[in-house]
Nanobody, 123 residues
Framework: VQLQASGGGSVQAGGSLRLSCVAS????????MGWFRQAPGKERDLIAA????????YYADSVKGRFTISRDNVKNTLLLQMNNMKPEDTGVYYC?????????????????WGQGTLVTVSS
């Protein structure tokens, strides 16, 4: 399984960015996907996740109401629309994949990782 993330960059507070992640390889037909964020000097945290169908979503409190996760199972693509961004959103964003299509918020099940993309939000 390979994951290729893109879309990071720099934005001012209040701005928007969209991240995308394309999955390839032997993913099977039912898998969960998520976005993790590692802020400078902090651990990597799950901030948004989606189950295999796209019908079940998880958001960390820090991004709820501002970020939207979605997936396109035809294109094997995961998206993260980030709006009203804040300086505390700065960090490296990783997409990840779990072969368990239902337990989408279970961090230990995410075994496959993209390369990370840097997002910087200035005040």
């Amino acid at each position: 399984v390979q994951l290729q993330a893109s879309g990071g960059g720099s934005v001012q507070a209040g701005g928007s960015l969209r991240l995308s992640c394309v999955a390839s390889g032997r993913t099977g037909s039912r898998y969960s996907m998520g976005w993790f964020r590692q802020a400078p000097g902090k651990e990597r945290d799950l901030i948004a996740a989606v189950n295999w169908s796209g019908g079940m979503l998880y958001y960390a409190d820090s991004v709820k109401g501002r970020f939207t996760i979605s997936r396109d199972n035809v294109k094997n693509t995961l998206l993260l629309q980030m709006n009203n961004m804040k300086p505390e959103d700065t960090g490296v964003y990783y997409c990840a994949l779990s072969l368990d299509g239902n337990r989408y918020a279970s961090v230990p099940l995410y075994r496959y990782w993209g390369q990370g993309t840097l997002v910087t939000v200035s005040s």
